[in-house]
């Protein structure tokens, strides 16, 4: 099952960013200690003795850390300059805002998902089944959210929409900041006007397995509104003798006559091949784990740079000349 990385904190990431100005200084501040550094070792060989061989190792470590610090410099002067610098700062207030807000969209998602998973660890038959249940015996926010807006086309339907982009663009953000990894080998770096075209295809191709993936993790996050959609049925209500019977509308759940609701194919399919809804399952305990990790790491990290993943060690020379002013 694929991951998606990153949901929920591309929002808080960005309510810590570090100030541009004071960053500059800050780098200003490493280069002529770096310099200085370096003057102290080529101090050592002005009467023409040969450096040792830790020295040189030192130097050349020093020249190295020295030229990623230039490029540092070039690239927070232009960050410096940038109109949407500037924008954002103005507007730090409204981020501070939507990041909270959106932080709070991401809990709600997980809690959904977690009441889910663990309606299902109660109330399945187990293993055997695939964990699958086929009715609601804890509450779920989202699942009773979109029941509400179902008799009001089409609110049910923007809201799913809404959360899928909401997958999309949190998985995006996430791989922007991480790179594509192999397990702990970063492939490929995702940056501004300077991603490979090798790159492009692995994002497309993680991008289609983040929609895939949305699609059956719908059925978690709002399980009877999916099992049945927006069929309804009639429900007879006893009355004295002599009177005529009256009915009310009920939304379909799992106390509705089989004739007269419809599970969903899709759901049918997952409760009819065992073995994949089992993956499914497990699959989303590991979503849970994986995202209250990542929010824990996401709130203790230190501030990012302005300019996170443009300028690294192992960048060549010739990829700043890539770089567009």
Known sequence: ???????????????????????????TEDIEEVEHQMEKIKAKCVDGRP????????????????QVLQRRGRHLEIAESHCCTKVGSALR???ILLGIFFILVALLFVVAL??????KALHSAGISSGFMVFG????????ELLLTLQPVFPLDYVLITVI?????????????????????????????????????LFLCMILLLIVLHTSFMIYSLAPQYVMYGSQNYLLQSPMPLGSNTTGTTKNCDANAPQDECTVTRSYLFLHK?????????????????????????SCCKGKKSVIEGEVEADDSDMSEDEYVH
Request: charged letters at 20%; hydrophobic letters at 45%.
């Open 1 to 27: 099952m694929p991951l998606v990385p990153g949901v929920g904190e591309p929002e808080l990431y960005e309510l810590v960013t570090r100030s541009v100005v004071y960053e500059r200084l800050e780098n």
């Open 51 to 66: 450096l040792s061989s830790r020295d040189r190792r030192n130097l050349q470590e020093f020249e190295d850390k020295l």
């Open 93 to 95: 207030p409204l981020k």
């Open 114 to 119: 977690f009441i889910s998973n663990l309606d």
């Open 136 to 143: 609601t015996n804890l509450t779920n926010p989202l699942n």
């Open 164 to 200: 899928t982009m909401y997958f999309v663009f949190t998985s995006m953000a996430g791989i922007r900041n991480m790179g594509i990894w192999f397990f702990w080998i970063r492939l490929y770096k995702i940056r501004p006007k300077r991603t490979r075209p090798q790159a492009l």
């Open 273 to 297: 091949f065992w073995f994949f809804s089992t993956i499914y399952y497990f699959g989303n305990w590991v979503f849970i784990g994986v995202f209250l990790i990542g929010l824990v790491v």
